[in-house]
């Protein structure tokens, strides 16, 4: 068997060293055509020694320019189909691996060039798109000559096939050509013959498209067609091309994407790592959010990322974290083939890859200390934008990057002065996220975000402020700036961002409120007035604990939704408003001496003092529950134990994300409280005149702020016990818990 490997292998070495020989001395007699169908065999044969073509290489690029002027040597024809096949010999024989070929390749185009542009009124279609398309494929740009081919084509376009009009399409924009005559032509002749193209024309043309950025709607919509007919032949590649030239020109067909992922899902295991990059952002970039073609795309990711490129990288995390798909197993490959390829990325694939992992909340320390100490020796090949960016990334990870912070503090100045309002409000946002205060920044920074104020949305408005707060800043102006522009502006602002910037201007203005000042809480306490409104509607009554939440109240307050917590101030209003009153002093003392041991920061603590009114004995019952942010009961387990107290537990979700701590802590808290009135009282959890005769008082410590279902389940336990008194209070750690 190594016998017959070893005669194969001499005999492809016998059979290509016979072809380079014919294809020198083809090159000598200027025998061009028989130099393309040499330069053709060559790429039938595979694997060829790079070497053994330079002879070859330097005879064309010595002979071809004395050829120039006998047409009767080198036609048009012959020139075309010559470059076609030098092009697809650099690419398929990796010519590009050495200098000395890339350069006598240069120099044969340059060549071919000068004899076409002499016969270009004699160029049929077939050779002006192989023309195109060499040159396309060299990413070789030749103005003169380009222009006479756009000149011809728009004379002979009626001649042109599918092949002519994709390919054609294909190089000018490759080349980073546009004529917008020679674009409309193409795209008009594309539409009249479109049943002709093959799946490879097809993508070709979307291509083209897309790079021109030129979008013809009609144009889409027939190639859409099409390829809807003809899917089952299209390639991966072809597929990709297409769903990432649809999503450039942000033209979104549903039945066009729905059969590229049908396809797209049988054939995953043949896709390129390319085609899965440009599949993934297309997908993202339309908003389209298809669970099992991204579960696909990342199942190919862990079984392959071993040669992912920088590019391909950058753009597979920013996908599948825009389309909330990001799964830590896959963003820790990604990172751990991205950190040793970190100096090979481009700054605008850093910037990419910075935000997906700071979106997702993928920390992988190397990684970002990679890219900190990239960033900060090529500071100055980065954009003011994409500074911004990096640096919104490690505030958004908590991640301090010494190296990277002092680039930033030496550019300063350039920083600055190129930096938007937006750009700046990311920097100090970042800067107070990561704890580094560099006060001549945060003043170089002030007047130009006041300057540009109105360009500022809510949530930008509110970081300003809070990282001038955190960071101790003092900028009364800034301060000023920023009200009025959201006076200006109250309606752009959720009922949560409201919260957040009254509780940023209080701590701003804590020595003196500020005339505008008046207005912003105003507008928050009618739009809490409505939520409390609907939070009692939600739990009125004893009957209404098992009943389901009203299609009504659950929309309005899913459309009302607080997200993650209620703020200061907006805690503080809705206790008042529902009539929760703060406990003792001395119960605040006695949970903090039960947690002191435990070194437990973030819990829920609820004392229960409770007797019956209908008992001649006095069985008043006081105890002390506390449950922590690290207990280790599941979500599921949680809700179980919650209805079997009969409460009900499907209010709770309103408008949060089910692995919320606050509510999580204080409903076990809640839990144990209500089972010990229960059993130790032996009252009928399903009996309302039971609960109505337990009374007392609930004292509660919460050291998280408040949710949305926090309130919901205080209500719930006033309605089942209407005769206890509940107090409440929540004691912040520290400001920065607070950071939007």
């Known amino acids: 068997m190594r016998q017959d490997a070893a005669d194969s292998q001499d005999c492809g070495s016998s059979e290509v060293n016979e072809t380079v020989t014919r294809l020198v001395r083809s090159s000598q007699a200027r025998d061009y055509q028989q130099v393309s169908r040499g330069l053709m065999q060559l790429v039938e044969l595979g694997s060829v020694p790079v070497h053994l073509l330079q002879p070859v290489l330097n005879e064309l690029a010595t002979t071809l320019p004395q050829a120039g002027g006998q047409p009767n040597v080198v036609t048009p024809d012959i020139v075309s189909e010559l470059a076609y096949q030098l092009s697809n010999a650099y690419r398929q024989l990796n010519l590009s691996s050495c200098n000395l070929c890339t350069k006598s390749v240069m120099q044969i185009m340059k060549a071919l060039a000068d004899i076409a542009v002499l016969t270009a009124d004699k160029l049929s279609p077939q050779s002006m798109s192989n023309l195109a398309f060499a040159f396309g494929c060299l990413h070789v740009r030749n103005d003169q000559l380009m222009s006479l081919i756009a000149a011809e084509v728009l004379v002979k376009i009626d001649r042109f096939d599918h092949r002519h009009l994709s390919n054609t399409a294909w190089a000018f924009a490759r080349c980073g050509l546009w004529n917008k005559e020679l674009a409309q032509a193409l795209a008009q002749k594309s539409k009249e013959k479109i049943a002709t193209f093959s799946p490879k024309s097809l993508s070709n043309i979307c291509w083209a498209t897309a790079q021109w950025g030129a979008r013809e709607d009609e144009l889409m919509e027939v190639i859409a067609k099409e390829v809807i007919s003809k899917h089952a032949s299209f390639t991966p590649s072809s597929m990709a091309t297409t769903a990432w030239a649809s999503a450039t020109l942000h033209f979104k067909h549903d039945e066009l994407m729905t059969v590229i992922s049908r396809e797209s899902l049988k054939n995953i295991a043949k896709f390129e790592k390319q085609d899965l990059t440009h599949l993934a952002w297309a997908y993202a970039n339309l908003r389209i959010q298809d669970a099992p073609l991204f579960e696909a795309i990342m199942d190919s990711i862990r079984r392959n990322i071993s040669g992912t490129r920088p590019s391909e990288l950058a753009n597979i995390a920013w996908a599948i974290t825009k389309n909330q798909f990001a799964e830590h197993d896959v963003m820790t490959l990604l990172a751990e083939e991205a950190t040793p390829q970190i100096g090979n990325f481009k700054t605008a694939e850093i910037t990419m890859l910075t935000w997906a992992f700071a979106v997702s909340g993928v920390k992988h320390l190397e990684m970002m200390t990679e890219i900190g100490l990239k960033v900060a020796r090529r500071v100055n090949k980065f954009s003011s934008a994409q500074l911004a960016q990096v640096a919104w990334a490690f505030g958004a990870l908590s991640m301090r990057h010494e190296t990277f912070c002092m680039a930033l503090s030496e550019g300063k100045e350039t920083i600055v002065e190129d930096a938007s309002a937006h750009s700046l409000q990311q920097f100090v946002w970042s800067f107070a996220m990561s704890q580094i205060r560099d006060e001549v920044f945060m003043e170089m920074a002030m007047p130009k975000i006041v300057a540009e104020i109105s360009r500022l949305k809510p949530l930008s408005l509110i970081r300003t402020l809070w990282a001038y707060n955190t960071l101790m800043v003092d900028r009364p102006e800034l301060v000023e ?25 209080n701590v701003s203005c804590s020595s003196g409120k500020l005339p505008s000042q008046d207005k912003l809480e105003e507008v928050m306490q009618e739009r809490m007035e409505k939520l409390a409104e609907l939070l009692e509607q939600s739990c009125p009554d004893f009957q209404s604990l098992n009943q389901p939440l009203s299609t009504g109240i659950a929309e309005q307050l899913l459309d009302r939704s607080f997200g993650h917590h209620f703020n200061l101030k907006g805690t503080q209003y809705m206790l008042s408003r529902l009539h929760f009153k703060m406990p003792c002093y001395s119960f605040i003392a006695r949970c903090n001496k039960r947690v002191k041991c435990q070194e437990c920061l973030e819990y829920a603590a609820v004392e229960v003092e409770v007797k019956l009114s209908t008992s001649e004995q006095d069985k008043a019952r006081r105890t002390l529950f506390v449950h922590g942010a690290d207990d280790k009961l599941g979500e599921g387990e949680v809700c179980r134990v919650w209805n079997m107290l009969n409460m009900n537990s499907e ?20 839990a144990d409280a209500c089972a010990l009135i229960f059993s130790e009282l032996g009252v009928d959890r399903t009996s309302e005149e039971e609960c109505k005769a337990v009374t007392g008082v609930m004292r509660i410590l919460l050291t998280m702020v408040p949710t949305l279902s926090c309130f919901l389940l205080l209500l719930q336990v006033r309605a089942r016990f209407p005769q206890v008194r ?10 920065t818990s607070l950071a939007p």
């Open 481 to 505: 700036a920023i009200i009025a522009a959201a006076v200006e502006n109250i309606e752009d602002f959720s009922l949560k961002g409201l919260m957040r910037l009254v509780d940023s201007v």
């Open 726 to 735: 509940i107090d409440f209070v929540e004691v912040l750690t520290e400001y």
């Open 651 to 670: 209010p709770l979700w309103v408008g949060e994300k089910q692995s919320n701590s606050s509510r999580k802590v204080l409903q076990l808290a809640l």
